[in-house]
Nanobody, 112 residues
Framework: VQLQASGGGLVQPGGSLRLSCAAS????????MGWYRQAPGKQRELVAN?????STNYADSVKGRFTISRENAVVHLQMNTLRREDTAVYFC?????????WGQGTQVTVSS
């Protein structure tokens, strides 16, 4: 499975961004897709994920602000009301048990 992420960039606090990630290869084996993020000096953390049935899971810090959606092998993360603390490198993920696949990171910077 290969993952290609797009989106990200610089946005002011309160603004919005949309991340997208397209999977290719053995996509039939994918169960969950999602997004993680890693800020400088911090561990990588789950932002949100979505399974093949459409069930979603969000980190408490993004509930009500971020929305994850999935169309077949493409996953989107709509990020609204962004805060400075959302600044991080965001990584797309795909779980195809027993393997976990990662896309290249995309930088999200929230700053005025």
């Amino acid at each position: 499975v290969q993952l290609q992420a797009s989106g990200g960039g610089l946005v002011q606090p309160g603004g919005s961004l949309r991340l997208s990630c397209a999977a290719s290869g053995l996509i039939f084996s994918i169960k969950n897709m999602g997004w993680y993020r890693q800020a400088p000096g911090k561990q990588r953390e789950l932002v949100a994920n979505i399974d093949s049935g459409g069930s979603t899971n969000y980190a408490d810090s993004v509930k009500g602000r971020f929305t994850i959606s999935r169309e077949n092998a493409v996953v989107h993360l709509q990020m609204n009301t962004l805060r400075r603390e959302d600044t991080a490198v965001y990584f797309c993920s795909a779980a195809a048990p027993p393997s976990m696949y990662w896309g290249q990171g995309t930088q999200v910077t929230v700053s005025s």
